[in-house]
């Protein structure tokens, strides 16, 4: 059955309560000149690289309400905009996070754009021009779009294929940025911050995933995300054996294949013991 998009919509919050989030270079400054100056953002990295955290920091940090999607393969531009619902014995439309953050004034977070159906870019074009427009066919509206709101998408490139890109005419529509992994120091702060675990036992782990990164593309498919050490952190802070946590998160989500895990396992005990 259709039903609308579930989106995060997420409130503005105080300075001094900001989701956390490190600065690598001058993305936060890309950010507020793009918001400012009502362009549309396409923020390209590898999962767990911190894109959705660094989205949601900007979005508190602008005071603005974000709606954030996670994009899938059954999700329509319906699912997006709005359509009428059944509700105590009435049809009613009822908008969709799209929708909503244009009506409001909100940041729409569009993760993993590449996963959604194709017309869910169709829906996108007319607000990621001077237009700034989201037609409304079902319901004859043509909403403009407030000076407040903006347009974020996001994509893994690692993940792309031929079936599961963005279109040059579409991708030309965005100010771009690419993320990746942040450098040992800021990887090693963000996860000590994350998990409790002290500054010293948080830099083995990030060593240990600079080395694991390195078998991307032969072994491994993607490469260990800063969100893994931070949940690996997690549990040896709450007093878990090192090589159970590591094998739990460092091991077992990247791979299934019996021998990789055995290899993946072989570097773990070689800096841990």
């Known amino acids: ?33 793009a918001y400012r100056q009502r362009l549309p953002l396409l923020l390209k990295g590898p999962t767990g690289c911190g894109k959705t955290r660094f989205v949601s920091h900007m979005a508190a940090r602008m005071g603005r309400p974000l709606f954030t999607v996670s994009c899938h393969d059954d999700l329509t531009a319906a699912d997006l905009t709005g359509r009428y619902l059944l509700q105590g014995g009435e049809t009613r439309w009822v908008d969709g996070p799209l929708t909503r953050a244009v009506r409001e004034g909100g940041i729409c977070y ?16 007319p607000l990621t021009d001077d237009r700034r427009m989201l037609p409304l066919e079902r319901t004859g509206e043509l909403l403009e779009a407030p ?15 031929i079936l599961k890109s963005l279109k040059p005419s579409t991708r030309q529509r965005f100010v ?4 990746d992994f942040p450098p040992p120091r800021v990887e090693c702060d963000i996860v000590a911050r994350e998990s409790g675990l002290s500054h010293e036992r948080c830099a083995a782990l990030v060593n240990l995933a600079a080395r694991l990164r390195a078998l991307k593309g032969q ?43 055995e290899g993946l396992m072989e570097s773990i005990r070689a800096t841990f013991g």
């Open 1 to 33: 059955m259709s039903h609308i998009a579930t989106a995060t919509a997420t409130a503005p919050h105080l300075d001094q309560d900001l989701p956390y989030y490190e600065p690598v270079g001058n993305e936060c400054a890309l950010f507020e000149q």
């Open 147 to 161: 000076k407040d709101f903006m347009l974020v998408v996001s994509y893994n490139p690692g993940y792309q294929h």
């Open 110 to 125: 569009l993760d993993e754009v590449v996963e959604a159906r194709k017309d869910v870019t169709v829906v996108l074009h």
């Open 176 to 179: 771009a940025m690419s993320f």
């Open 219 to 261: 072994d491994l498919e993607e490469g260990v995300s800063t969100r893994l050490l931070v949940y690996c952190a997690t549990l040896i802070n709450a007093g878990m054996p090192i090589l159970e946590a590591t094998r739990a998160t460092l091991v077992e989500p990247l791979s299934d294949d019996l021998d990789v895990q």
